[in-house]
């Protein structure tokens, strides 16, 4: 196979955006032939400093946020690798990462996205191994049994918080923090579907090419870390939000009305039931952190919009 073709989407996330590039230089130097930045009309300075930190790096600058969908379209028209590395801003890749996922698709020509085992800030192994939005994953979600009885296969929710992320598996669903993609197949399956703005693109775009034939790999042997919210934190409400309507448009397109008033349900029972739960803890005295204020907040906010259809 030709050398990886980076792709990095970045809003205001400059500081995890310089980290991310600086992996890319130190770690994948012989393997990758060109990074493309899309900047979504960043306003913390992040455009100017991959223009003058790393002037061999592709940048594309968007004169608004286009969302992630539509921005990484713009690099995966741009590319020219036969590897296409999708890589959130606020990933760094370990070590061999990208050189591991491209030998594995260079064996497996029915593979179209390999993945690899993620790790966050703390060291801890985040789900990245995932299973395909259902009516019963999504209510184990909604009534937390995907925590109670995490260990349990079939309560264990969308994110299969059971899974061993040591061990290779082929996945329906992979996170769409770092994918390695064999451009042939991006190119037949078609590009992001640029109607989910953020959030859910990737579900998509997995469920889309296993449905062209192409197998999805989890390969523990590749590593990277994701601070997770490089962009995000920026406007948590926002996101937390987005995430709904992103959800809204997954299930309308798949299950149609039917599946849109399943969702919404749900999602009134999970915030709801995690509304009531952090309310009685509060009066009780319980917890009074800032971060249950942050979700008490979250729950709110989600609850009315799900319910008037009122955002911030």
Not at 156 to 165: A, I, K, P, T, V
Not at 171 to 192: D, F, N, Q, Y
Not at 281 to 302: P, T
């Amino acid at each position: 196979m030709n050398k990886i073709s980076v792709i990095i989407v970045s809003w205001n996330a400059r500081e995890y955006l310089r980290e991310c590039l600086a992996s890319v230089a130190a770690t994948a130097r012989d393997d990758v032939s060109e990074t493309i930045v899309i900047d979504n009309a960043s306003a913390d300075g992040s455009a100017e400093m991959v223009s003058r930190e790393f002037p061999e790096v592709i940048l594309i600058r968007s004169k608004e946020n286009l969302g992630f969908a539509a921005a990484n379209n713009l690099g995966l028209q741009r590319a020219r690798g036969e590897v296409l590395a999708l890589v959130n801003s606020d990933v760094v890749l370990h070590p061999n990462c990208l050189r591991t996922l491209q030998a594995f698709l260079e064996r497996h020509e029915d593979v179209g996205i390999v993945g690899p085992r993620i790790v966050g800030r703390d060291g801890q192994v985040q789900s990245s191994c995932r299973r395909l939005p259902t009516v019963w994953n999504n209510f184990c979600r909604a009534v937390a049994f995907d925590r109670i009885f995490s260990r349990a296969s079939l309560l264990s929710g969308h994110e299969m918080r059971h899974f061993d992320h040591n061990v290779q598996a082929e996945a329906e669903v992979l996170s769409g923090c770092l994918w390695a993609v064999r451009a042939k197949a991006a190119k037949l399956v078609g590009g992001l579907d640029e109607r989910f703005f953020f959030y859910m693109e990737d579900v998509d775009w997995c469920r889309r090419f296993r449905s062209a034939g192409w197998r999805l790999v989890f390969l523990p042997q590749a590593t990277a870390t994701h601070y997770g919210a490089g962009s995000s934190a920026n406007a948590p409400l926002r996101y937390s939000l987005q995430y709904h309507r992103a959800s809204l448009t997954y299930w309308q397109k798949y299950h149609g009305r039917a599946g849109s008033i399943f969702y919404r349900s749900n999602a009134l029972v999970h915030h709801g039931l995690r509304f009531v739960a952090r309310s009685i803890k509060r009066l009780l005295g319980r917890d009074d952190s800032n971060a249950s204020r942050q979700k008490l907040q979250e729950d709110h906010v989600c609850l009315r919009w799900l319910l008037t259809g009122k955002g911030l």
